[in-house]
């Protein structure tokens, strides 16, 4: 069984940053990210295979974000620079059993397991 343990949330200034980690215990193929504001549905932020290729980002990232990855640690980082407040959300990590595409990384039916998630709120 595959755990996830993310660490990293809380709360930030506007223009600020925040870096997110997730380690995984247990054979994973792809990892990512996803997040969750209130009233609003799951959304993609950003995936990234453990074989190779680079990261994937959701479409409102623009460059803010940067997804890495530490194989050794079977970990990866979402260093969030520039954040605004509609970047307040509940983040959850996310690993896939399997090798994923491009394309189905944005879709939560792709993943296979799910951490608890963790807060991140950016408010003056």
């Known amino acids: 069984q595959v755990q996830l343990v993310e660490s990293g949330g809380g709360l930030v200034q506007p223009g600020g940053s925040l870096r997110l980690s997730c380690a995984a215990s247990?054979?994973?193929?792809?990892m990512g990210w996803f997040r969750q504001a209130p009233g609003k549905e799951r959304e993609f932020v950003a995936g990234?295979?453990?074989?190779?290729?680079?990261?994937n980002y959701g479409n409102f990232v623009k460059g803010r974000f940067t997804f890495s990855k530490d194989n050794s640690r079977r970990t990866m980082y979402l260093q969030m620079s520039s954040l605004k407040p509609e970047d307040t959300a509940v983040y959850y990590c996310?690993?896939?059993?399997?090798?994923?595409?491009?394309?189905?990384?944005?879709?939560?039916?792709?993943?296979?397991?799910w951490g608890q998630g963790t807060q991140v709120t950016v408010s003056s």
């Open positions: 990234m295979r453990w074989s190779g290729g680079g990261p």
């Open positions: 247990g054979r994973t193929a792809a």
């Open positions: 996310a690993a896939a059993a399997s090798s994923l595409i491009s394309s189905s990384m944005w879709s939560e039916g792709s993943w296979d397991y």
